[in-house]
């Protein structure tokens, strides 16, 4: 921690972030108290951010601060005690005569600045007249450019792009020499080969434990470009919820990618070997995770095409990281798979895909949003597969018709609502990642959001949900209520569980 200003009655601190935080730090808590003031006397302020500035204090006084981080876990311990005084009067009164100059010659300056600034535009606008016709087409390509481009933001570099697939390799990924790499054991298979894990030790660096993936023998040249295309998308991203690349091995066989090792593996098969064992905080919390980073994708013009909880890897403190780039463009090779199913010449996976992909190949950050829902339907089910058992042309033909997948078992409301807002057939009405973040942020900040349950998701397993069903009020009797919403085989269900009458009906779902 450090003292970025002072004054007779504030202190502007500022620190840095945990190396280790236990998840997505959500905010900061800095506590300060009076040197001369027990303990007990703290005051305690929250920032979003890593900087704050602490008002109202006594002028000349010594003050201890302490902060600490909170996550979707808590919060972690306070940091080691530091202390900072604030100005004494005379302190103040000296250096505001001491920048009195600065201020005086800065204003001068500025008039300065002004009146030049004021002759330029005149010069410049007597040559326009001249130059208008040479320049009309240069002026509407500035004017395009800066409407879409913010200065400093990185935009993903599609490395297909590139007339040497390796010149996209050497850009955006770090050569790694095979004396620095370890390969320990097999975890999985991958589209191109096999999955290890093993340890990194690059020169003057610590030790670290890494996943690697390498290219299986007798491949083809396109093969080899395809592999080392995930690591040139990989290079250019840098965020806590996105996989890390670590480098890649091209000189030397096997070909290896080689990225940060994420402990506890895909989120599919983690959340079915932990059912039921985490609080929906922290289910929320790996969800917020997910959706931070496809925002960052979003907002480099990145679209994923195959967002699964299958494709999103865990870390030892539930840090989840989207993974998996570029893969699904190869997998027309692979008739083993029955996740990918033919559509268009391509292979797609049906139960995560927006409709508009399916039917016109239409893939945009807006189909990654309807993939995301899904994502989260799989996250509060603990993993299990959507639409069941249902064949691919069937869960088409069901949300051609409106249908969509009901809330998992104990599913707060509010986060079913979030995957309907995301399953909105219109792609333009659907959230951005950006409002998906702060959705969730506020679903953390008050978890009183997340105690309604949704309907009937307690006692009764329903089939998909018709979001064009009729209103249970224009039918006389829960039986004619239930075939007409194509849940006839439920009547027996619903009155053994003695829903017999809209009262109960109409009880329950206000519940």
Request: charged fraction near 20%.
């Amino acid at each position: 921690m450090h003292q970025v200003s002072r004054t007779v009655d504030s202190i502007t601190l500022s620190w840095s972030q945990p190396d280790q935080p236990n998840g997505v730090i959500l905010d900061y808590e800095l506590q300060y108290y009076e040197k001369e003031l027990s303990e007990y006397n703290a005051t305690a302020i929250k920032s979003p951010t890593n900087t704050v500035t602490v008002q109202g204090l006594k002028a000349g006084a010594i003050y201890v601060f302490q902060v600490r981080a909170r996550t979707v876990a808590g919060y972690g311990r306070y940091s080691g005690k530091m202390y900072f005084q604030t100005m004494t009067e005379a302190e103040y009164q000296t250096s505001i005569q001491e920048k009195l100059p600065l201020i005086i010659g800065s204003s001068a300056a500025g008039l300065v600045f002004l009146i030049a600034v004021v002759v330029i535009a005149i010069v410049c606008n007597r040559r326009r007249g001249f130059e208008r016709a040479d320049s009309e087409y240069t002026d509407k390509l500035q004017h395009y450019t800066s409407g879409h481009m913010t200065p400093g933001m990185k935009i993903y570099i599609d490395p297909f792009t590139y007339e040497d697939p390796n010149e996209a390799v050497r850009e955006f990924a770090k050569e790694i020499d095979i004396s620095c790499v370890k390969i320990e054991q097999v975890i999985g298979a991958g589209e191109f080969g096999e999955v290890c894990s093993g340890h990194l030790k690059l020169p003057g660096k610590r030790e670290i434990f890494v996943a690697i993936k390498t290219l299986k023998s007798g491949y083809t040249e396109k093969q080899r470009r395809d592999f080392l295309s995930e690591a040139s998308i990989m290079g250019q991203f840098d965020h806590p919820n996105v996989i890390h690349l670590e480098g890649v091995v091209t000189k030397s066989t096997p070909v290896m990618i080689i990225t940060e090792f994420m402990e506890n593996g895909s989120l599919d098969s983690f959340l079915r070997q932990n059912d039921g064992q985490f609080t929906v905080i922290q289910l929320v919390g790996m969800l917020r995770g997910i959706a931070a980073g496809m925002k960052y994708l979003a907002d480099m013009n990145y679209v994923h095409r195959d967002l699964a909880a299958r494709n999103i890897l865990v870390n030892s403190n539930l840090v989840c990281k989207v993974s998996d780039f570029g893969l699904s463009r190869f997998l027309e090779d692979d008739t083993s798979d029955p996740t990918y199913t033919s559509a268009l010449g391509g292979k797609i996976p049906i139960r995560w895909t927006a409709p508009e992909a399916i039917q016109y190949r239409k893939f945009t950050s807006a189909s990654d949003v309807w993939s995301y829902g899904i994502v989260m339907w799989e996250v509060m089910s603990y993993g299990e597969r959507p639409y069941w058992d249902m064949t691919n042309q069937d869960v088409i033909n069901a949300i051609e018709q409106d249908y969509r997948l009901p809330p998992p078992m104990d599913c707060p409301s509010a986060l079913h609502q979030l995957m309907l807002d995301c399953w909105q057939k219109d792609r333009n009405h659907r959230p951005k990642f950006g409002q998906i973040v702060n959705t969730l942020d506020k679903m953390i900040r008050n978890p009183n959001s997340l105690k309604a349950m949704a309907p009937l998701s307690s006692g009764i397993n329903l089939p998909l949900l018709d979001r064009t069903v009729p209103d249970y009020t224009s039918f006389n009797t829960v039986d004619e209520w239930l075939e007409a919403i194509k849940m006839g085989q439920y009547k027996e269900s619903f009155a053994n569980a003695g829903f017999t009458s809209f009262d109960v009906v109409s009880q329950m779902m206000m519940e």
